[in-house]
């Protein structure tokens, strides 16, 4: 049956199309021929390092869920103009506000400006955006319930 058991395991998409679509695979072991039905196997499909894939009857999708750098500075870049424009709000600022904005230093907060800065201004309004090594008085929480300080103030 180890024989059986290592040709079955050597399938390829064809045979295991067939199979899923009811047709029979014959093994021909010491001169007897014996069909191979799907509820004869169990067919699993391993995901690809790197990427995430998921079955369901004969559609397959297959995700890259590797992080890149970009991927990773603009993620940031998002989270940053979430926590903004949840500050413009809780300060009340009207929707056409223009506002200036210093922000504590930290790796990810430098990483989405670097590679960011003119679409978060953009997106918040904000005729000043600047990395400051000091602290501030109002906070936002960043990711893993980490605490960075920042001043948000309306410009004349």
Do not use: C
């Amino acid at each position: 049956m180890k024989e059986a058991a290592e040709w079955i395991a050597d399938f390829d998409a064809e045979k295991i199309k067939n199979l899923e679509q009811g047709k029979a695979i014959e093994l021909s072991f010491e001169e007897q021929i014996y069909p191979i039905l799907l509820e004869d196997v169990e067919i699993l499909s391993e995901d690809i390092p790197g990427w995430l894939v998921s079955t369901d009857g004969p559609l397959t999708v297959a995700l890259d869920i590797s992080i890149t750098d970009e991927l990773k500075a603009e993620g940031f870049a998002r989270e940053l103009i979430n926590r903004i424009q949840n500050i413009r709000k809780d300060k009340n600022f009207n929707v056409t506000d223009r506002i200036s904005i210093d922000v504590e230093s930290h790796p990810d907060i430098i990483l989405a400006l670097d590679g960011y800065r003119g679409m978060i201004s953009s997106e918040v309004l904000a005729d000043h955006l600047q990395v400051a090594d000091r602290s501030f008085s109002d906070q936002f929480e960043w990711l893993e319930e980490q605490m960075i300080g920042v001043h948000v103030e309306t410009r004349p």
